[in-house]
């Protein structure tokens, strides 16, 4: 039997924009927005395990690899769009901008050029700015992430909210060879910060989430994301022994959602979970398989120079559980270290109508902590370079 669109259970619930600023907006929103403002006013700092940053840990050097193709992307970009366009994307690179991005559907403070009105040669070479950063499969999944918001458009029918091009670019800073410069795209369940510095590239905060995650039906029929990070993660899980699963599982419950997510740039969280060094060879091998996952959303060559960041480190990564471990659980995860966090978890319906977690919500996130999420650590040492080809 074939689904209709009809049949998905849609929760009822009151429009709101997803393009523009309601006026009318509630009064939880309301708050939500001006406890955003109120982290964004704090000076950044970084995710730590106690409020202080670990010094040491990110180095500005000489990769051997060049941006030119990220720089070309953005300038053929920025030359298609018109004046108006060009001014809503382009932001210095000290802007807050950076930190504005916000993974809900709502139009919160969204900023930047807005993807729908663009001509579809427009769209092509912002998606050429996207490519050269991401890999091949990195960019595949950003694209089916707004194309499920555009399958959860036709399930509810909710066009005002809702849609494949509800999305946002901006470039901060000049596109150059070697000075500081990046871009940020911005929308629902998709929101990519990427930090340029000559052969350098910190591609975080990264949140990637989707409701649904699997449709079989509509315009994009038999569109997928997310099946390696949970598989993958599940497996290893199910491979823990009683007395690891004791260190590694941390709740029975899950959380109501990541801890790291929008707004949450100073977040302090300590370590939980197993330690990588008290897993088998075997599941050391699905842990690393794990994070590989995640980090190679980015191109292949800065993403083999952040995997081997992580290795550095592996004698302080630890894996945490909240949730079942069953085939069909729904559970949180996540690895952190002092160079990367990971963060899985599964999401009660916001559009679709389940109260409790189930698998066809998940939100993830990618971070960079102690003071390097939007490149931030490597733009100082940039700065306090008095001579900059030294490195």
């Not at 930190?99 to 040669?121: C, K």
């Not at 977040?267 to 897993?279: A, W």
């Amino acid at each position: 039997m074939t689904l209709q669109l009809k049949e998905f259970r849609v929760r009822n619930r009151p429009v709101v924009s997803g393009r523009r600023l309601d006026p009318h907006i509630s009064e939880q929103m309301a708050d939500n927005i001006r406890n955003a403002e109120t982290q964004i006013a704090e000076p950044f700092r970084g995710l730590t395990t106690d409020g202080q940053v670990v010094p040491g840990l990110f180095t500005l050097r000489k990769t051997g690899l060049s941006n030119e193709g990220l720089k070309l992307a953005a300038e053929a970009w920025l030359d298609s769009i018109d004046p108006g366009q060009r001014d809503a994307a382009l932001f210095s690179l000290d802007s807050d901008a950076w930190r504005r991005w916000s993974n809900i559907h709502v139009f919160l403070m969204r900023h930047g050029a807005m993807m729908e009105p663009m001509t579809q040669d427009q769209r092509n070479l912002a998606f050429g700015l996207l490519r050269e950063s991401f890999s091949p499969s990195g960019f595949e999944l950003a694209r089916n992430i707004m194309k499920l918001n555009d399958s959860i458009r036709e399930i509810t029918g909710s066009d005002e909210e809702l849609g494949e091009w509800l999305y946002w670019l901006s470039v901060l800073g000049e596109p150059s060879l070697d000075e500081p410069w990046g871009w940020q795209f911005d929308g629902h369940h998709l929101n990519v910060n990427c930090f340029v510095l000559g052969g350098q590239m910190v591609m975080t905060p990264m949140f990637m989430g989707s409701e649904p995650v699997a449709v079989d039906i509509g315009r994009h029929a038999g569109t997928r994301v997310f099946q390696e990070e949970e598989g993958t993660a599940l497996n290893l899980a199910s491979t823990l022994s009683a007395e690891q699963r004791s260190k590694a599982i941390v709740s029975d419950e899950v959380p109501s959602g990541v801890f790291t997510g929008a707004f949450r740039d100073n977040f302090e969280m300590r370590y939980e979970g197993i330690k990588f060094d008290d897993l088998s060879s075997h599941q050391q091998a699905l842990m690393f398989n794990l994070i590989g996952t995640y980090i190679n959303r980015m191109r292949s060559d800065h993403a083999q120079l952040k995997m081997d960041e992580i290795r550095q480190r592996l004698d302080q990564t630890h894996f945490a559980w909240m949730g079942g471990t069953d085939e069909d659980s729904v559970f949180y995860y996540r690895v952190h270290s002092p160079v990367i966090l990971i963060e899985f978890d599964h999401q009660n319906g916001i559009f679709l109508d389940n109260d409790e977690p189930s698998r066809n919500h998940i939100h993830t996130v990618v971070r960079t902590p102690n003071g390097n999420d939007y490149g931030k650590d490597l733009l100082r040492q940039h700065r306090e370079q008095v001579n900059h080809d030294d490195y």
